[in-house]
């Protein structure tokens, strides 16, 4: 999963620096001032699983230094450490893109390496530096959960094209490498290891700081618009292929599921030929109580369509609970001037809140199709000067199916604005849990502080889940990043709580056409969801069932069971990078609480043990097998797992 530093500055990042071996300054400081809201530049961070990592925020606030004594006062100045550690990092060189130290940077540096009333300077390795802190800073302080950037947030949202198509990879790829592992394990062909190394470094080039949060020039953007669509091409190719060997030759149609939950019947990381519809309510739509109102309904939701097309009801008829808030439309576009004080593409600011139009009027709404199976309403609107600037949204309910599917096509032509997606629902909820990789996050929906008044856009990956005790609502994206969440009170005591998806910008700098053209997203609201069931969903949006046509099934490559609690998901199955002809399986409790699971290969493994995520073996990491060949696995939460299955020889 994807996490650009400008959609918040990762606290590991000196540590990969140094994995990269990377060059920087050490710089002795002088002073103690406690400036920072945090008041302390080297801690240890600790992420969701409770893994702590020595972390270093240089406090001469740049990664583009030169070495200046202004820069190096200013470090002094801004260092919270004094009185247990004497060193901080200058990042320095020219440019932001790695273009390395120039002559007058390193003669900076050798005039200050003892100068009288300047901090004195170092050239050595970042891993120099971390060792030097772990030697002098016994204790260090804790900073526990998300390090929140207050700045760049609209890099969650600009360039929503090259968004889409980054997530659009990430999944052909899990898919390719899953399919073609099953060809591998099934004897069929051989693993296409350079193939995939080859893709994997066009996805990850694209995801250059400024390239993938959308903070490039136009011919930057125009460049990986080519380089994504030829890698999608190339990926849905590679998994056509393993598919039609896998399946074999044959007119059947057969659903291939990707995904780490079953789907339809076809079970997960597997696929089975195509069922028929299961006997049941099929879905029925009709005229709601006032003029060019619609009721949908499929025994398991009811959805009430104003004429607008707009979703003023959307009942969980499990529970018997009503989800829109009273008086509000749920489905509602909204569109707000964007106008950052400062830096367009990077920065949304919060006084974009202070205008805004509901795009409440339509031009047409119409059944485009009606039948047991599914009912899809499709709804037109222009907005916009002179009405450039056109959507159209579809709502889906499927028979079946506790779910509604809602997609939204845009033709975008404005500049300065930014469109979300509104869904004020009936909840009062705490907190949003949203996605992040191989776990969620609790954001508080309370403005206490001025940290929680700064999180007014907040980013999550495939889902946002929101509930009360009891009862929960999930959205799952299959594109956009962006959100925001409030609450306020109603009149008659009840909490709306809205969560808004940021769909679209159309910032001028650094690209002036930034935006314009055609979009598509797809999102998910599921009444009743669980946080089980929101990463379900959330998988189910990006990884939906992919049917082809051949003779057979295809049994799963691994299966996991851990007693139907559906809290670990298996995120990666993979040929071993050492081309062994060994099966990695990269899995996760996803719920944050521990869990025990039996891990059971689809094919003969003579052992499996635990490896690191560069699948380096893990002393003591060896899995004891039961009599039916599963291995026995046990997870705390939100801890990520690799396996490495070995086969016997060939």
């Known amino acids: 999963m994807w996490l650009p530093d400008s959609f918040g500055y990762s606290a590991a990042w000196p540590q990969l620096a140094r994995l990269a071996g990377a060059r920087y300054f050490l710089t002795q400081k002088l002073s103690w001032n406690q400036t920072n809201v945090f008041p302390h530049s080297t801690f240890l961070w600790e992420g969701i699983d409770g893994t702590r990592i020595l972390t270093h925020f240089p406090p001469v606030a740049t990664y583009n230094a030169e070495l200046s004594p202004e820069e190096l006062a200013r470090a002094s100045r801004g260092d919270t450490v004094h009185g247990r550690g004497t060193r901080s990092l200058v990042p320095f060189g020219y440019g932001d893109g790695g273009g390395g130290p120039t002559h007058e940077m390193l003669e900076r540096a050798a005039r200050q390496r003892d100068l009288e009333g300047s901090p004195r300077v170092e050239v050595a390795s970042p891993a120099t530096f971390f060792r030097e802190v772990e030697e002098e800073q016994a204790e260090l302080p804790v900073w526990s959960g998300e390090l929140y950037l207050e700045l760049h947030r609209g890099t ?71 380089a994504y669509a030829g890698l999608e091409e190339h990926l849905e190719e590679l998994v056509g292929t393993a598919l039609s060997l896998l399946t074999g030759p044959g007119d059947d149609a057969v659903a291939c599921n990707a995904g ?94 202070r205008s805004v139009v509901d795009l409440d009027a339509c031009d047409a709404v119409e059944v485009v199709e009606d039948g047991p199976a599914q009912v899809v309403v499709e709804v037109r609107r222009s907005f916009g000067a002179r009405g450039a600037s056109r959507a159209v949204q579809r709502v889906r309910l499927r028979a079946l199916e506790r779910r509604v599917e809602l997609e939204t096509e845009v033709d975008w032509q404005e500049d300065e604005k930014l469109l979300k997606l509104a869904f004020p629902v009936d909840v009062r909820a705490e907190w949003t849990s949203a996605e992040i990789q191989y776990g969620h996050v609790r954001r508080p929906l309370h403005v206490n502080t001025s940290w929680d008044a700064a999180r007014f856009e907040v980013v999550m990956h495939r889902f946002v889940h929101l509930g009360e005790d009891g009862y929960g609502v999930a959205l799952a994206s299959d594109s956009t990043y962006g959100y925001d969440a409030t609450r306020t009170t109603r009149p008659d005591g009840g909490t709306t709580t809205t969560v808004r998806l940021s769909l679209v910008r159309g910032p001028r700098f650094p690209d002036p056409r930034a935006d314009h053209g055609h979009h598509r997203f797809g999102v998910m609201l599921a009444p009743g969801a669980t946080t089980r069931g929101a990463v379900a969903e959330g998988y189910r949006a990006n990884l939906p069932l992919r049917v082809v046509t051949g003779r057979s099934g295809v049994a799963p490559v691994v299966a996991v069971d851990d007693g139907g609690r559906g809290a670990v998901v298996v995120e990666a199955v993979k040929a071993a990078d050492d081309r062994s002809g060994a099966v990695v399986v990269r899995l996760y409790e996803a719920l944050g609480g521990r869990v025990r699971a039996l891990l059971t290969p689809g094919f003969p493994a003579v052992s499996a043990a635990r490896a690191d995520l560069l699948e380096r073996p893990l002393a003591g990491g060896e899995l004891a097998r039961d009599d039916q060949g599963g291995f026995a696995l046990e997870l705390r939460p939100f801890e990520v797992v690799t396996v490495v299955l070995r086969r016997p020889p060939a």
């Open 156 to 226: 969650f949202t600009s360039q929503a094209r090259l968004k889409r198509a980054n997530r659009r990879c990430e999944h052909l790829l899990r898919e390719a490498e899953l399919w073609w592992t099953a060809v591998l394990v099934a004897g069929l062909g051989e693993y296409p290891d350079a193939d995939l190394d080859s893709c994997w470094k066009t996805l990850l080039l694209q995801q250059f700081h400024d390239i993938l949060p959308g903070s490039s020039i136009a011919w930057v953007n125009d460049d990986a618009a080519a």
């Open 260 to 353: 780490p939950f079953a789907l339809s019947g076809v079970p997960a990381l597997g696929a089975a030929p195509l069922a028929a519809p299961a006997p049941g309510p099929g879905v029925t739509i009709g005229p709601g109580d006032t003029p060019g109102s619609l009721v949908l309904d499929n025994g398991l939701v009811r959805l009430g369509l104003v004429a607008a097309g707009l979703l003023a009801s959307v009942r969980d008829l499990v529970e018997d609970r009503e989800l829109v808030a009273p008086g509000c439309r749920a489905n509602l576009l909204q569109l707000h001037r964007d106008l950052p004080n400062r830096w367009g593409a990077w920065d949304v600011d919060a006084f974009y809140r």
